[in-house]
Each structure stands twice: as C-alpha cells, then as structure tokens.
C-alpha cells in the first residue's frame, strides 16, 4: 500500500512539472530545477573583478600610509630644527646674561687668585669660566637659595651620543663644585661644532682669540656658537654670533675700604696711623668730607 501511495504522488509531481510552463518534461520519477529567466538572475561580481577591487583598495591604503608618514617625518624634522634653533638661542641668551653680571675683586684676586679669575679657552674643548653676580631668574637658581655670587664655567664636552655639548656649572663663590655638579651639569645646547670665543684688547685695540690677564675684565666679548643637525653631521646648521659687552670692571682695593667721617678742626686724626694721615693728605686736595682708613 506503501508502494501504491508513493506512486500516486510520483504521477501528480509528474502532471504538475508537465503542466507548469517553467518545467521540462522528464521521465517518470527524475526532478528538474525551474528554468530562470536572463532578468530575474542575481548581479555578482567575477573572480577577476574582486581581485581588481582589492588591488585598487590596496593602492589607495599605501597612498594614504605613504603621505601620513612622510607628514610625520617632516613634523619630526621640523619639531628637531625649532628645538635646536631655541636651544641655542637659550644658550647664548645664557652666555650673555651671565656676563653682564660679572664681578671682580681686584684685592682678592692678588691674594686668592682662584677665586675672582676670569679664565677662557678656545679649542675642542673651549672652555670660560668666570665669578658673577646671577639673578633669581638664572638657571638653578633655585638651587643655591641666596648665593647670588656664583662661579659659572661654559664648557664643552663629550655626550653620552658620542657628540659635543655646550654644559654650564655652577658653584658657590668660595665653595667647592658639588657632586650634583660634576655628574649632571645644565646642558645648554647638544651637536655643538665650534665653540669659540673673542675678546676686545684696548691695548692692542683689535681681536683676541686668548685672554691671558685673568686678573682684568675684557670690556667685549664675541661668542660663536655653531651646531649641527645631528652628532655625526660635519657641516653646522645653526651658527649663532652675539657681540656681548660688560659693564663691569675690577673693583680697587680702595674702592673696599670703609670710609670714615672726618672729625672737628683741630681734633687729632683717628687712630690709623700711616693710612689715615695718606687718606687725610688725598683728600685735602678734594675737599672731600670722608677720609680713608
């Protein structure tokens, strides 16, 4: 019975595929699929085309990398330039300031020469070191609190890159350099090609490049500063020169010594024997009021 009712079914599928218009005519019992008409199919992209679009996209991305890393370059490049431009501008600003505040004790330097010698050093390993009275304002100087007349040495050594750097140390005057110091200076500025230094002779009235009376203040001094891009570059990219003039001298030694009130006519001198009668006999021709002791 089984049988019988499969077959029945089997011969209505068979009518239906051979009444609809959409069906192909097959032997009893085989099934066809219903014939698609061109304007009903579905719209695909080929294999071809697919490898096309992917290879297109693919430019388009290396494009968009290429010109975002080449704008990250020049950004770096250009961030570089800026810093090493201010840098070295910071590092002569430096120079300058700390050289309009330049001091020094004629009386002490006699005596104690270290403490109050203006010494400088072309070369490799240029060098400059003098005693000035900084500003709060100075770099570091926060650091030393109120000790206001420090030694300043500009120098120039080797970095940790294997390139030159303009460093600044600082010390108290009549202090030692501390550890702080010696191991971690300021560094003013990194890839330095030349450092040199100038100085005005009005004995000679021309140019210097050594500065032999370290008991004497140079009344100008011109500064060279050259660097360069990187530490293995051999031409300077930046060269800054600054002709800085100083407005201090040497401080005399009578310029020291306290001046004391003269007394009535006709009262003897104040006890100071030979010094007083020579600061009485300097001053008789002044008519000053003060005599030296």
């Not at 030979?274 to 003060?290: E, I, K, Y």
Request: charged share 20%.
């Amino acid at each position: 019975m089984r049988s019988c009712f499969l077959t029945c079914q089997r011969s209505q599928n068979f009518r239906y595929h051979e009444a609809s218009p959409g069906f192909e005519s097959l032997p009893f019992g085989v099934y066809s699929r219903p014939r698609t008409s061109p304007r009903f199919r579905r719209a695909a992209f080929t294999l071809v085309e697919v490898m096309i679009a992917i290879g297109i996209l693919a430019m388009v991305l290396t494009a968009i990398y290429s010109s975002w890393t080449a704008i990250l370059r020049a950004s770096k490049v250009g961030l570089s330039a800026a810093a090493s431009v201010q840098r070295a501008r910071i590092a002569v600003r430096t120079l300058e300031e700390s050289l309009s505040s330049t001091e020094c004790f004629v009386a002490h330097m006699q005596r104690h020469p270290e403490y109050y010698a203006f010494a400088a050093e072309n070369g490799s390993e240029a060098s400059l070191s003098f005693v000035a009275r900084l500003a709060k304002s100075f770099p570091r100087s926060g650091k030393f609190g109120d000790l206001d007349l420090r030694r300043v040495t500009f120098s120039v050594e080797a970095g940790p890159d294997n390139g030159r750097r303009l460093v600044l140390r600082q010390q108290p005057i009549l202090m030692e350099l501390d550890k702080d110091e010696k191991e971690h200076p300021l560094v003013l500025a990194k890839n330095v090609q030349e450092f040199q230094l100038q100085f005005f002779d009005q004995r000679l009235n021309d140019w210097i490049d050594e500065w032999t009376q370290t008991n004497q203040i140079p009344k100008l001094v011109m500064v060279t500063l050259k660097l360069a891009d990187n530490a293995n570059s051999t031409k300077a990219q930046e060269e800054i020169t600054r002709l800085i003039n100083i407005p201090a001298m040497a401080v005399q030694p009578l310029w020291q010594v306290p001046m004391m009130p003269r007394g009535p006519a006709g009262s003897p001198p104040p006890s100071g024997g030979q010094n007083s009668a020579q600061g009485s006999q300097g001053n008789q021709g002044t008519g000053s009021g003060f005599r030296v002791q």
